[in-house]
């Protein structure tokens, strides 16, 4: 894998990255587990410091600082809901008829090894989750997700929680959903792709991405499947 193909935009401060479904955000301590951190250290002859980490089977957008004092003010920035718009395209299942917001606390189930919505007297946080229609394909609808909020999982734990199962998520999923698109398109992966980020107005050192926007393509896995479903 190069990263250079990889890499959406760089300058001194930071590096953007379209990071591949299936490949760690971070290093997790096991030499046999290639991450994009390693990876983008050995690149630039330094260590690159992680800003948003995206799961391992999430693709898309992921932000990486140079040093440490622009990892501390670029952290500031991609982590405020209010001045960087953080969008993902997914596939669920399910006619979604219209744009709506999820808004529901969650919190850790360590008995359901996942991220529940409960009430926020019970420990949960608060999450909340735009969602706008981009294109219908009969029985699923390709959806552009905006977060308000960085809670663990969130797409995937709202999606579901309004029983539009993510396409291909097994710890959230719907098995039926999952099980078809398998054995019809041989298509096993989660479909959650972080496709783009909108800066808003920016003070300071990082003014100059004030106003910018950033987008990475879907996977050409991904683009063939939505083909596929449309005819």
């Known amino acids: 894998m190069n990263i ?8 001194k401060y930071l590096v953007i990255i379209n990071k591949p479904r299936g490949l760690l ?39 990486f600082a140079k040093d440490n004092k622009s990892a501390s003010g670029l952290a500031n920035i991609i982590n405020n809901h209010f001045i960087v ?44 989750t735009k969602y706008f229609v981009k294109e219908r394909y009969n029985d699923y609808t390709l959806l552009d997700v905006q977060l308000l909020t960085g809670r663990t999982h969130q797409i995937r734990a709202h999606m579901s929680y309004i029983r539009h199962h993510v396409v291909g998520d097994i710890k959230y999923g719907d098995y039926k959903v999952n099980n078809y698109f398998k054995k019809e398109f041989g298509f096993e992966n989660q479909f959650l792709h972080s496709y783009k980020l ?13 106003n910018k926007e950033f987008i990475a393509e879907l996977c050409p896995e991904m683009q063939e499947l939505l083909k596929k479903l449309n005819n």
């Open 25 to 63: 955000s971070q290093f997790d301590g096991n030499k046999d587990n290639p991450s994009l951190d390693v990876m983008l250290s050995e690149y630039l002859g330094k260590q690159a410091m992680l800003i948003n980490r995206l799961d391992k089977d999430t693709s898309g957008l992921i932000v």
């Open 85 to 128: 718009e953080k969008h993902y395209l997914t596939l669920v299942a399910g006619n979604v008829t219209e744009d709506g917001v999820v808004d529901a606390p969650l919190r850790k189930s360590y008995e359901r090894k996942k991220m529940v919505v409960a009430p926020l007297k019970s420990g949960a946080k608060t999450a909340v």
């Open 198 to 210: 909108i800066f808003g107005g920016i003070k300071g050192p990082f003014n100059y991405l004030s």
């Open 4 to 11: 250079k193909e990889l890499i959406v935009y760089e300058d």
